[in-house]
Each structure stands twice: as C-alpha cells, then as structure tokens.
Nanobody
Framework: QVQLVESGGGLVRAGGSLRLSCAAS????????MGWYRQAPGKQLELVAT???????HYADSAKGRFTISLDKWKNTVYLQMNSLKPEDTAVYYC?????????????WGQGTQVTVSL
C-alpha cells in the first residue's frame, strides 16, 4: 500500500505565503516524479508544478516566479513553497506520486488540501 500525507494548506491573505508538504510512504521502490495539481471550484484539475527524481522541475505559467517545488528524496517528501499568493490561487491542492512499486510503474493521488487566499 502507498500513502500520501499532505499538509500546509490554510487561509492566507493576498500577498502571503504558504508551504505545502506531501510525504509518501509504503511499498515504493523508487520515485519517478512528484507534483502538485489544483482544482478551483467549477474548474478542471490543473497542473501547478512537478519535479522528477533528477530534480528537473516544471511549472505552470501561473506558478512561475512565485512557487517553488522541491523534493527531499531521503524523506520521499515533496514541498511547494507558494509566495505572493493571489485570490485566484484558491483551490484544493492535490499531491501526485509517479513511482515504481511491486506491480511496476504506478500513479497515486493525495486526498487534497485546501488553500484559500483572501483579499
């Protein structure tokens, strides 16, 4: 079994910062990549940022220059540092794990953490 435990969401004023964490555990042989996605009310799920085990990162245009993704390979934990937050960043943020386990390559999603940015 694989588990993803997300934390760090909350309510913050525009211009503020939050740091999301997502810790992966369980039968994970190796991690290919981890990432963050978000879904705002009435909108589709969208990519925020991803990072590979080789530390190659990719950001949505909306996140560039404000968000930083990092991966602690020892702890199997991905972080998303979010600065200069805007009300339009309000969404449920989901952690994604692309890994190799006992049945081969697989993908797993966290339960989501709410981020609310007020004016």
């Amino acid at each position: 079994q694989v588990q993803l435990v997300e934390s760090g969401g909350g309510l913050v004023r525009a211009g503020g910062s939050l740091r999301l964490s997502c810790a992966a555990s369980g039968r994970i042989f190796s991690i290919n990549a981890m990432g963050w996605y978000r879904q705002a009310p009435g909108k589709q799920l969208e990519l925020v940022a991803t990072i590979t085990s080789g530390d190659s990162s990719h950001y949505a245009d909306s996140a560039k220059g404000r968000f930083t993704i990092s991966l602690d390979k020892w702890k199997n934990t991905v972080y998303l540092q979010m600065n200069s937050l805007k009300p339009e960043d309000t969404a449920v943020y989901y952690c994604n794990l692309d890994y190799r386990g006992s049945v081969g390559r697989a993908n797993y999603w966290g339960q989501g953490t709410q981020v609310t940015v007020s004016l």
